[in-house]
């Protein structure tokens, strides 16, 4: 635990929001997980655990005790017992893992963020290499049911924003709280920033969003965003918002899609891709989250009504808008193979009762009958499809 932890367990803050009202039940959940590690050293063999609520002062958070009892149970199977320590590997792990805790804990406490590249250089001694302590970051997350930004570790800023949006984000320097004067209200519009608002890796705290906006835009490549923008797409559908996470899409980019999708009377989402399976694939982890395994985070990272943006008859279609018939490629092997673990996805997510909008399986069925793509980039009338597809 950090060493101000010694003097004073967590106390509940006044007031909770979002994921403010989780970071008190994962200060709970560390602090009595690393509580009856000491005990299991401490106490007699055989001793019973402790209750939670005997441990924590204060009352326990909702949500708190099972995820406690779960971080707790990994700790103590690493750690062993007198008639059966744990394995040198599990000691190692052990050691790691409890570094990793007390600076997260610390990071909870005192509302700082850090990257993962900072957190691996905290423990260098520890950690070969950085790749060592990003699995055990990743392995706590799934433990304790947290995307890692709700632990205050943030990546670098990725994802990029432009159209008739209002963001409240917390000022440089302060940490989250649920006051207007920890925040400033941000306008996507800002002639200052002409190619776009960066999206703060800690988007997820946003206090509010607030747009007019009907539609909006998801855009795959950086510079596809940059040239819809140079040709008005803004002004020619305003109200309107236009998104890329440049490439695959990051958590906190997926974390303001959802915050709009929630809060602003639902407008609806095109996601503008390449016509192959793997910018397919991009369009769906926008719309229907992460895979199998990451349940407890699939609804806040969703964005059920989204819809591929896609020219109508694949390939073919696509010279109306004037893609090259040079510019279309066949299938490679690769391509296959991610289209047939889309399809797989697709049947799984029907089994299990989700919806699957019929543009995704259109699509799907067009690359795999027709054994053709192209990239987005390559068609010079991209403004047309665009018009044309939220004219209908």
């Not at 590249?117 to 302590?133: D, G, I, N």
């Not at 947290?146 to 994802?159: I, M, S």
């Not at 510079?223 to 990051?250: K, M, N, Q, S």
Request: aromatic fraction near 6%.
């Amino acid at each position: 635990m950090s060493r101000a932890a010694h003097h004073q367990l967590a106390e509940p803050p006044r007031q909770a929001w979002g994921p403010e009202a989780v970071r008190f039940e994962l200060l709970q959940a560390i602090e009595y997980a690393l509580l009856q590690v000491l005990r299991r050293i401490s106490a007699p063999a055989g001793a019973a655990r402790l209750h939670i609520e005997k441990v924590l002062p204060g009352g326990v958070a909702a949500g708190c005790t099972k995820r406690a009892e779960r971080l707790a149970e990994q700790l103590l199977r690493l750690l062993g017992s007198s008639s059966s320590p744990g394995t040198l590997r599990k000691s190692q792990r052990l050691k790691r893992l409890l570094a990793l805790l007390d600076s997260v804990h610390g990071l909870l406490k005192s509302g700082r963020h850090a990257t993962p590249r900072e957190l691996y250089y905290t423990h260098a001694t520890l950690f070969p290499r950085q790749q060592l302590s990003d699995d055990l970051v990743k392995w706590l997350c799934q433990v304790l049911e947290v995307p890692r930004h709700y632990l205050r570790l943030v990546g670098t800023a990725k994802g990029l924003v432009r159209g008739h949006l209002r963001l409240l984000e917390p000022r440089p320097g302060h940490c989250i709280g649920s006051q207007d004067a920890q925040a400033i209200w941000i306008d996507c519009m800002d002639p200052l920033e002409p190619r776009g608002h960066s999206i703060s890796p800690v988007c997820a705290h946003l206090l509010r969003t607030e747009t007019m906006a009907r539609t909006v835009l998801v855009v795959e490549k950086e510079t596809v965003f940059y040239r819809l923008l140079g040709e008005e797409l803004l002004e020619r559908h305003r109200p309107c918002v236009i998104v890329t996470a440049r490439g695959f899409p990051d958590v906190p980019t997926r974390y303001l899609l959802r915050q709009l999708w929630s809060s602003c009377a639902k407008p609806r989402f095109h996601v503008l891709v390449d016509f192959d399976p793997h910018g397919l694939a991009i369009a769906a982890t926008y719309a229907f989250g992460p895979g199998t395994g990451l349940d407890w985070i699939r609804e806040d990272l969703s964005l059920p009504e989204a819809q591929p943006l896609l020219c109508p008859g694949g390939v073919p279609g696509a010279a109306r808008y004037g893609l090259d018939p040079s510019e279309a490629m066949k299938l490679t092997p690769k391509d296959r193979a991610v289209a047939l673990g889309l399809q797989q996805r697709f049947l799984q997510m029907a089994t299990d009762g989700r919806r699957i909008p019929a543009a995704f399986k259109e699509a799907l069925d067009m690359l795999l009958d027709g054994g053709l793509k192209y990239e987005i980039d390559a068609l010079e009338n991209l403004s047309a499809l665009i018009d044309d597809s939220w004219a209908s």
